[in-house]
């Protein structure tokens, strides 16, 4: 079959890698991609909110899946355009409607909606801007650290923590009343913190049924030691060592399941992948977060790891046939680090010439910001590319990763160093 994969990043550089290996895979389109997809398909210069294109694209050539990578086309409503085009009903479109995105698209509801489902979820209270001294009153009765969180999308950035009750109220301030994230921190969902260990958990349903990806860990600060600010995220691994048989049973029984059956049950249909962000609290998991879409970077270890065809995995989810799949995963540990553009998540440029990609061996280069300047390829982003690499431990994939991610050099590369040390150290 041909496909189309909408998005640019490293997660879809690296769906893009699983995707060509299914003998499923005729062509594969992607938009609009990066130079790193260019070597797999063909990259295609189109607006995606420009529906009349898309659909003439579609029909044209012959599209019977599209897999859509990041949230912010699902969060506005892009898949529920497509399906109302009577043209495209022979067409799978892989990621959740408007209705369903709100697990992402919105803090708020995604915790009403734990709440209404009993699915384990820190204390929380959300405010708007005229709700400022409520929020102010709610804080005083949470212990340090103070957990703040945009309702809306903020590319992975809208989450502050901070231990000083002083920098909480400013900060909250600047959300709410600055307008810090624009819309998206127009209301601030404030929340107790949850002391434990993260790890991302993925699924892909077919609204009734799912089936279970490879867990992962990934790490959001820009500094070493988990300092700095939050990024889209500097490196990730699979898999994590306490998610057990045990530990795996009770996220399914707790969250996953009653995840998509609270769907079902609201009259939400959902075909695509849940991303599950959980806290490990001594041992029980809360979740953190929902994402309506894979993770950046998990992606670029999950998909290493995943033996199965992703395709067919995918038309089983559109075709409401994921009963009793068998998934299979390679049994190796997949780590990545992420190489950043120097001043990341702050300012920084672009426009460099990337050396010394040729050089490495023994793992993939899953590109997020980058492009092919006459025949060149250039940063394009602040993370530019993922290193990613397997290996019968820990200890060798991450060793692997570094020893790769050392040969590659553009104008003010940056990188963490400690990526799954914290799981070694363990």
């Known amino acids: 079959m041909n496909l189309l994969l909408i998005g640019n990043g490293g997660r879809e550089h690296a769906l893009a890698w699983k995707i060509r290996q299914s003998p499923q895979c005729k062509k594969l389109f992607i938009a609009p ?49 497509m399906q109302a085009q009577p043209n495209l009903s022979h067409v799978a479109f892989i990621g959740p409607t408007m209705a369903g995105a709100r697990l992402e698209s919105s803090k708020e509801f995604a915790k009403e909606f734990m709440k209404r489902h009993g699915i384990p979820t820190a204390a929380y209270k959300s405010f708007s801007s005229k709700q400022y001294l409520e929020a102010i009153d709610f804080l005083r009765t949470l212990k340090p650290p103070y957990v703040l969180k945009a309702d809306g999308l903020a590319a992975g950035k809208g989450v502050i ?18 307008q810090r994230f624009g819309k998206a921190s127009e209301r601030v969902v404030v929340e107790e913190f949850l002391q434990g260990i993260e790890l991302s958990v993925f699924v892909l349903t077919d609204g009734t049924d799912y089936v279970i990806l490879p867990e992962a860990k990934d ?9 700095g600010p939050n990024t889209g995220g500097m490196g990730a691994v699979s898999p994590v060592y306490f998610a057990d048989g045990a530990f795996m049973t009770q996220v399914e029984q707790k969250i996953i399941k009653p995840t998509i059956d609270g769907l079902k049950k609201e009259g939400i249909p959902y075909v695509g992948f849940i991303f599950f962000g959980l806290m490990n609290v001594a041992g029980e998991p809360y979740v953190i977060e929902y994402n309506v879409r894979m993770g950046d970077p998990e992606t670029e270890v999950v998909m290493p790891r995943l033996k199965s065809d992703l395709v067919e995995m995918m038309q089983r989810a559109a075709q409401q046939k994921l009963k009793n799949f068998n998934i299979e995963i390679f049994p190796e540990t997949a780590a990545c680090v992420m190489l950043v553009s120097g001043g990341y998540p702050g300012d920084f440029t672009t426009g460099h010439k990337i050396f010394g990609l040729e050089e490495t061996h023994r793992c993939n280069l899953f590109h997020a910001g980058t492009r ?10 602040g993370r530019v590319i993922a290193v990613s690499a397997l290996g019968s431990s820990l200890n060798q994939a991450i060793e692997i990763a570094y020893q790769n991610a050392e040969k590659i050099n553009f104008q003010g590369k940056y990188y963490r160093r400690d990526i799954g040390n914290d799981l070694l150290n363990r």
């Open 33 to 81: 991609g990066n130079a790193g997809t260019a070597l797999l398909g063909t990259n295609l210069a189109i607006d995606i909110d420009d529906i009349e294109a898309i659909e003439y694209f579609l029909i044209h050539e012959k599209i019977e899946m599209v897999v859509i990578g990041p949230e912010a086309p699902l969060a506005a409503g892009w898949i529920d355009k």
């Open 372 to 381: 092919l300047k006459d025949g060149v390829t250039v940063t394009a982003g």
């Open 161 to 178: 923590i901070t231990p000083e009750f002083e920098t909480a109220t400013q900060e909250l301030s600047a959300m709410l009343i600055g």
């Open 219 to 227: 790490y959001k600060r820009v500094g070493e030691g988990d300092t």
